[in-house]
């Protein structure tokens, strides 16, 4: 079998290699993830519970399904998603992510499958999964379209392929990378780049041309006044999420 293309990019896993140890630490560089984190889930869980009609006021909703989360960094969706039931596989390009998501894994109690390795790695290897979890990476990788193209490919028929990434505007450059990285310092600068970030339109064609079904898109929001996020049927101007599905 032919190897598929590596879209890793050495540069984008150096600057999280750098931070891996303060994945957990809700006050430390991840903060903003700590705060999206849980209306991330709250997509996530609806999505997956729509699709495989799955009722989550059960004890664990997902048991028997198998879930990867892919650039898993720390865990902070792999553990909930062990917590509802799955069977949940967490890989990242970084290596140092690894050892610091096992550890707070084992201490949490969760058993959870922790890999130092790439989608394009998982789907030569044959691996196969009823739900991917594809979050704030695709805006790091080298090319877009395959490694969509690979994330497709570890679907099962029928998978579902959740991705959110960061819309490409004036206002995502002011949000995102000015009032993130320079007025609030949540990340250090130059996590981000702008001419990476991809428009919802943008998305949903590489979703279509990687092979998938492209079903929803909403917009994570943020209030300043509340200190929270929410998600929006229209407002998709900066951070937003797709769902798709592997006819």
């Known amino acids: 079998m032919q190897a598929s293309p590596n879209t890793v990019d050495p540069a984008e896993v150096a600057k999280f290699e750098a931070m891996a140890a303060e994945w957990w630490d809700p006050a430390g560089k991840f903060k903003p993830l700590h705060m999206l984190n849980p209306c991330r889930l709250d997509y996530i869980t609806a999505q997956i519970a729509g699709e495989f009609d799955r009722d989550l006021t059960a004890d664990r909703p997902f048991e028997g399904l198998r879930i990867l989360d892919i650039g898993c960094g720390g865990g902070l969706l792999s553990e909930p998603m062990a917590r509802l039931g799955a069977d949940v596989v967490g890989a990242d390009a970084a290596e140092g992510n690894i050892p610091v998501a ?119 929001v943020f209030n300043p006044v509340t200190w929270g996020w929410s998600l929006s049927a229209r407002d998709l101007s900066v951070n937003y999420v797709t769902a798709s599905t592997r006819p």
């Open 102 to 220: 096992r550890v707070h894994a084992s201490q949490s109690g969760l058993d959870i499958d922790y890999r130092h390795t790439t989608a394009e790695a998982l789907a030569d290897a044959g691996e196969q999964f009823d739900a991917v979890l594809n979050m704030e990476v695709v805006e790091h990788v080298a090319d877009p379209l395959a490694y969509l193209s690979a994330c497709k490919s570890l679907l099962k028929p029928g998978g579902l392929h959740i991705c959110s990434t960061i819309n490409r505007n004036s206002k995502s450059y002011m949000v995102a990378i000015v009032g993130a990285e320079v007025v609030m310092r949540w990340l250090p600068r130059g996590t981000h780049e702008w001419s990476k970030f991809i428009t919802p339109d943008e998305l949903f064609d590489l979703l279509r041309r990687a092979g998938l079904t492209p079903v929803d898109r909403k917009g994570f």
